[in-house]
């Protein structure tokens, strides 16, 4: 279900829960993260890609009470009742309430609001579906109470809400791609000053994109320890971010405490393979890019450790079939892997990589 049909579907989910005719439609995609894994928060470089069909709709209409924030999922046809004035509570509405304060807290608290969703996002497939969810609601609610509001604005607030609402420390790559980008097109995102690029597509070959099965969920302490080490790492090193340094103060950064010497190395590295793999898509040379996908895994299993078993079989297993590169795409412990392959190996790639795994199932081929 894409486009016009996952935005009718959401209107007759807000029909059939509320009795009522939504005011509002709308919607944003996922992503998927070709290069630059953990490097946003960072100051760095970041390949993502705008996924065609897969992403979050929301109907949204004024509600009956006021600063009443009734929202119904019928993906997982579940309901929460929340009030404008309450703060997160860890459950899955805390990501529209969080957007709905940020964006019109006092609308809302003169005229309540109703909200329907569907996602066709796998939760915790590494794809983004919380940046989507965000993204969208800040999008319906801003048009249902007239409010303008650029689309590079709107991945500002939707990364402050994961911040300072939700509670994770992320950068703002997925927001951004889901905001800006233009879905099956990547975006080569410098993080620091938010100018950006499309990317020429590859010729020839398309990007598979196959979740492991394994569910993340990044509010958990594992991408917050990565964050902390990271400042840790420039500390010891004495810059404010990472991204200030290159491949050149590699010797400074071998030099520091395990593990901050391998965290730090993965950002510079993964980095300088943003910055690589766009400079190989424009020259058209997918042997590179496939190259530097499957060093960028490597990276994030060894100086990152934010793979899992399931994951890196995936990877192996995706190279074995021919797959030109491959990579575990996302915030890692678990989720999703991204390969690159010829399309005229697509059907035979995507049927031999669902039988190496019980697990593994093909999301999209972009």
Same mark, same amino acid.
């Given at each position: 279900m894409?486009?016009?049909?996952?935005?009718?579907?959401?209107?007759?989910?807000?029909?059939g829960?509320?009795?009522d005719e939504?005011?509002?439609?709308?919607?944003?995609p996922?992503r998927?993260?070709?290069?630059?894994?953990?490097t946003?928060?960072?100051?760095?470089?970041?390949l993502?890609m705008?996924?065609?069909?897969?992403?979050v709709?929301?109907?949204i209409?004024r509600?009956p009470?006021?600063g009443v !924030?009734?929202?119904?999922?019928?993906?997982?046809?579940?309901?929460e009742t929340?009030?404008?004035?309450d703060?997160?509570?860890?459950?899955w509405?805390?990501?529209v309430?969080?957007c709905?304060k940020?964006a019109?807290?006092?609308?809302?608290a003169?005229?309540? !609001?109703?909200i329907?969703?569907?996602?066709?996002l796998?939760?915790?497939?590494?794809?983004?579906?919380s940046?989507a969810?965000?993204v969208?609601?800040?999008k319906?609610?801003t048009e249902?109470y007239g409010?303008?509001?650029?689309?590079?604005?709107?991945a500002?607030?939707?990364?402050a809400?994961?911040n300072?609402f939700?509670?994770?420390p992320c950068g703002i790559?997925d %927001?951004?791609?889901?905001?800006v980008?233009d879905?099956?097109?990547?975006l080569?995102l410098?993080t620091?000053?938010?100018?950006?690029?499309p990317?020429?597509?590859p010729v020839?070959?398309s990007f598979?994109?196959?979740h492991?099965? !394994?569910?993340?969920?990044?509010?958990?302490?594992?991408?917050?320890?990565?964050v902390?080490?990271?400042?840790?790492a420039?500390a010891e090193?004495? !810059?404010?971010?990472?991204?200030?340094?290159?491949p050149?103060?590699?010797?400074?950064?071998?030099a520091?405490?395990?593990?901050?010497d391998?965290?730090?190395r993965?950002?510079i590295t993964?980095? %300088?393979?943003?910055?690589?793999?766009?400079?190989?898509?424009?020259?058209g040379d997918?042997?590179e890019?496939g190259a530097?996908?499957v060093?960028?895994?490597a990276? %994030?299993?060894?100086?990152?450790?934010i793979?899992?078993p399931?994951t890196?079989?995936l990877?192996?297993a995706a190279m074995?079939?021919?797959?030109i590169?491959a990579r575990?795409t996302?915030?890692g412990w678990?989720g999703?892997?991204?390969?690159?392959v010829k399309d005229?190996d697509i059907?035979?790639?995507s049927?031999g990589i669902?039988?190496t795994?019980e697990q593994a199932?093909?999301?999209a081929?972009?």
């Open positions: 894409t486009g016009p049909d996952q935005l009718s579907a959401v209107a007759t989910a807000y029909r829960h509320f009795g939504p005011e509002v439609l709308a919607s944003a996922g998927v993260n070709l290069l630059g894994e953990h946003d928060y960072n100051g760095g470089y970041v993502p705008a996924l065609n069909g897969l992403g709709s929301i109907a209409g509600g009470a006021p !924030v009734e929202a119904y999922s019928d993906t997982f046809h579940a309901s929340r009030n404008i004035t703060s997160k509570e860890g459950r509405s805390d990501y309430l969080g709905l940020f019109a807290e006092t609308e809302v003169k005229t309540g !609001v109703r329907a969703l569907i996602t066709t796998p939760m915790g497939a590494g794809l983004s579906s940046a969810l965000e969208a609601s800040i319906a609610v249902l409010k303008q509001m650029s689309a590079v604005d709107t500002i607030m939707a990364r809400v994961e300072d939700v509670g994770m790559m %927001q951004f791609a889901s905001a980008g879905p099956g097109t990547a080569f410098n620091r000053t938010l100018a950006f690029d990317a020429p597509s020839g070959a598979v994109i196959v492991s099965g !394994v569910s993340h969920q990044l509010t958990d302490d594992g991408y917050a320890t990565r902390a080490e990271c400042n840790a420039c090193l004495g !810059v404010d971010i990472l991204s200030d340094l290159g050149a103060d590699l010797e400074r950064i071998n520091l405490s395990d593990p901050l391998r965290r730090a993965h950002i993964d980095n %300088q393979r943003a910055l690589d793999g766009i400079a190989a898509l424009k020259a997918l042997p890019f530097l996908m060093s960028s895994h990276s %994030q299993r060894d100086d990152f450790e793979t899992v399931e890196d079989a990877v192996e074995a079939l021919g797959a590169g575990q996302g915030g678990g999703s892997v991204v390969a690159l005229s059907e035979r790639f049927a669902v039988e795994s199932r093909v999301l081929v972009t």
